[in-house]
Structures are given as structure tokens and as C-alpha cells.
């Protein structure tokens, strides 16, 4: 599957993901231990698990793979790289800069393989998910607060209304 796109357009790919996952986790503070849950949900998302089919090639072409370390090593190198690379003095504006991320690679996808896009659309929406749901937002001491925050919620949406209108 990688052999279909220029290395900019693989790491970009395989790399939107991760930005969506971190504006997820930075749009509603959950403290240092919700953030920490939040960024090892996001974590586990790109690990194959084999209990879970995922019918899409591409999305299964850059999850981790326990079987073939050398290629899971690779990708995430590639994808470390790019996020540090994109996100340089932009976390900030995280949630407009990936938003932007996803439209770029869904154009890519359009391209090249548009039979993949909406399998792409919702691994980003069930990480976004999995990621928002991982901590409880505000409350005491584990007492009270609200799985998802109205901030977490807001992002969610704009990804799901921007990606609706996108064919």
C-alpha cells in the first residue's frame, strides 16, 4: 500500500491520525493522569489488535505490528518525525491544524485511492472517540466530571461535519 504514494504522502497519512488524536487530548484538560490515559488510548490505537478486524488495507498497512517489528519501528519513526515536524510551534492552533492535516490527506486519498477514504474517516472518528472517552474532564479526586468534554465534543463534531462534506 505505501508504494503508492511519495514518502511526503505516506507520512502525512499515517501521521493525521496521531494530530487528530492530540487535539482531542489537548481540547479538554484532564489533569496530568486523564492526560496520561488519554495519550495511552491514543497509543493503543495504532497497534494491531487481533481480536479486532479491520477490513481496510490502508489502515492496516501503519498500525504496529507485534509480528514485524522492523516495519512497525519504521512507521513510527516516520510518523515521529512528521508530527514533530508539523507540530513546531503550533500547538496552539492543534485543532485547525489538523483539521487541515485531514483534508490534505483525504485529497491524497481521493487521488490515489479513494476506495480507502471512508475507512480512513472512521478510524479517525473511533480514535477520536476512544481517545475522548479514555478520562473523565473535571471533578475531584476521581468523584464527579464528565467522560467527554463539551470542548473534546465540540472537536469531535467539527471533524465529523468536516469529513461529511468531504466525498
Given at each position: 500500500m505505501k508504494d503508492n504514494f511519495t514518502d511526503e504522502e505516506w507520512a502525512k497519512?499515517?501521521?493525521?491520525?496521531?494530530?487528530?488524536g492530540f487535539a482531542v487530548t489537548m481540547?479538554?484538560?484532564s489533569g496530568i493522569t486523564g492526560t496520561m490515559k488519554e495519550s495511552y488510548s491514543l497509543a493503543?490505537?495504532?497497534?494491531k489488535d487481533k481480536d479486532t478486524k479491520i477490513e481496510s488495507k490502508l489502515v492496516n498497512s501503519f498500525l504496529y505490528d507485534t509480528d514485524d517489528l522492523e516495519k512497525s519501528k519504521e512507521t513510527r519513526e516516520i510518523r515521529k518525525a512528521y508530527v514533530s515536524k508539523t507540530m513546531e510551534g503550533?500547538?496552539?492552533?492543534?485543532?485547525d491544524l489538523s483539521i487541515s492535516e485531514v483534508e490534505a490527506s483525504l485529497?491524497?486519498?481521493k487521488d490515489k485511492c479513494p476506495e480507502e477514504i471512508d475507512a480512513y474517516k472512521d478510524f479517525l472518528?473511533?480514535?477520536a472517540n476512544k481517545v475522548a472517552n479514555a478520562a473523565k474532564e473535571g471533578g475531584f479526586l476521581g468523584f464527579g466530571g464528565t467522560r467527554v468534554s463539551e470542548?473534546?465534543?465540540?472537536?469531535?463534531?467539527?471533524?465529523?461535519?468536516?469529513?461529511?462534506?468531504?466525498?
Open positions: 497519512i499515517i501521521s493525521t491520525p496521531e494530530l487528530v481540547a479538554g484538560y493503543t490505537m495504532f497497534y503550533k500547538a496552539s492552533v492543534l485543532d485529497a491524497i486519498l472518528i473511533t480514535m470542548k473534546e465534543a465540540e472537536y469531535i463534531e467539527r471533524l465529523k461535519t468536516f469529513m461529511a462534506e468531504i466525498a
